[in-house]
């Protein structure tokens, strides 16, 4: 079997984004005026690519990062595994590191080891971890899909990445994300390596 190509996609950018906001997944944004043009964008680079399947998450932010090439009627699943880690209470407040001592806490714990840990209300990174494997193993099975597009959100495409490539979620802060960027993987039907790590040409190309 030949090696399928996974491209791992974060959303575009959002109003929230753009305040400091975070959204997790009770907060169902849409992408803003610059989120829509980074879809364009991405698009105009990988317009051409045969996708086999598209996944998102069930947030529309996702499917609006790809709505382009769902226009072109490729397959399309939408899975609630993919969406955002909940930050429970303090979703749709705005948080830093700086400013907020139990962000800082939580986020050092994962450092540390301790991915059990949750913001009030929350997801830990291992919660967000049990409910992607059924994804993973179904993504895994479906060797009929050669090329694939997966968009999601950053804490859970760390946590993903984390998954994918056999690193403790510990390491997630070191895949760094932004919006509209890509993360191309290769799969071999065993092990999964990253080809394209943060990736943002296709935003800098056309402008």
């Known amino acids: 079997m030949r090696p399928r190509t996974i491209f791992l996609l974060r959303h575009g950018q959002t109003d929230f984004n753009v305040r400091g906001i975070v959204q997790g997944s009770g907060v169902d944004s849409s992408l803003n005026e610059t989120g829509r043009r980074q879809a364009a964008q991405f698009f105009a680079a990988y317009g051409h690519v ?40 303090r979703e749709g407040t705005r948080i830093t590191v700086e ?30 971890a049990a409910r992607q494997r059924p ?42 994300h932004s919006n509209l960027c890509l993360y191309k993987l290769e799969f071999t039907g065993t092990v999964f390596t990253v080809k394209n790590f943060l990736d943002v040409v296709h935003l800098q190309a056309i402008g």
């Open 50 to 89: 045969p996708f086999d399947k598209v996944y998102t998450s069930t947030l529309r932010r996702t499917q609006e990062s790809v709505q382009q090439f769902l226009d072109l009627g490729l397959p399309h699943e939408a899975h609630a595994g993919l969406n955002e880690i909940s930050w429970g209470v």
């Open 135 to 176: 994804f993973i193993e179904l993504l895994k099975a479906r060797n009929d899909e050669q090329t694939v597009l997966i968009c999601m959100h950053g804490r859970a495409m760390r946590v993903m990445l984390c998954q994918l490539l056999n690193y403790p979620l510990r390491c997630m802060e070191g895949f760094e």
């Open 99 to 128: 400013e907020d001592a139990e962000y800082q806490d939580v986020l050092a714990g994962w450092a540390a080891g301790r991915t059990d840990v949750r913001l009030s209300g929350g997801e830990s990174p291992d919660e967000v």
